[in-house]
């Protein structure tokens, strides 16, 4: 059953970047003392960390989230056209679900009960209701629902991104740092007996993304398709 999905940020994260300057200046065996290229690096952080968050769909940081869920209806007379087998929240994965409410009319309202109206799936952000009867899985009714939660993967400055989603971004930003001040059009520099550089132009073999394919092969289980 279709449903329309209104989402406002709450309280947003402090930061968007999805690896630190230490770590880069770490795999670029870059000293901590030298700070010349820390702008730069800093930049080419949060770059490449808005373009994997932009081809991943979704956003990582742990932030505060409201969804208003409005499951489709017919035009008037407003015949109801389904019923939703779980509530699929606009963030995951879950890190708490603070309140969640049913509101079956105008002004009329019921505040739900994790554990007794529905149970929580943290990995899938899927919120499936629960009789209060029959303590068993049941669906949700077409009305108006309102959720509020805090979701993501981590808090910047206060835990760390999934390992292989942030190994992803340091390969990137070291692949941009290394390729900085040289001719991207350049395709092979030679001097006899001395030696020859050689360097790929446009997308890598089996590159079908912005991405060459093993940092693809990462990214790909972080992905949100897009509804068509």
Known sequence: MPVRIVTTVLTAASSYDLTTLANIK????????????????????????????E????????????D???PDRDPYPYQVTGVLSELQLSRWPLVAVTSVTDTVAVGMTNTLVAGTDFVIDAAHGWLTKI??????????????????YTAGYFTPGTTNPPADLEMAVLRLVTARFKARGRDPFLRSQGEPGVGQ??????????????????????????RVPLAT
């Open 131 to 148: 009789d209060p009867n029959t303590g068993y899985v049941t669906d949700w009714s077409p009305d108006q629902y309102t959720a509020q």
């Open 68 to 70: 208003v869920i409005y």
């Open 55 to 66: 081809y991943c769909n979704r956003v990582f940081p742990i932030e505060t989230i409201k």
């Open 26 to 53: 770490d795999d670029l065996a870059i000293p901590t003392t030298d700070t010349s290229s820390d702008t730069t690096l800093a930049r080419f952080i949060t770059e490449q960390s808005a373009l994997v968050a």
């Open 197 to 222: 550089e050689q360097y790929w132009i446009g997308a890598l073999p089996g590159q079908t993304g912005p991405f060459p394919p093993d940092i693809a092969a990462v990214l790909e289980k972080y």
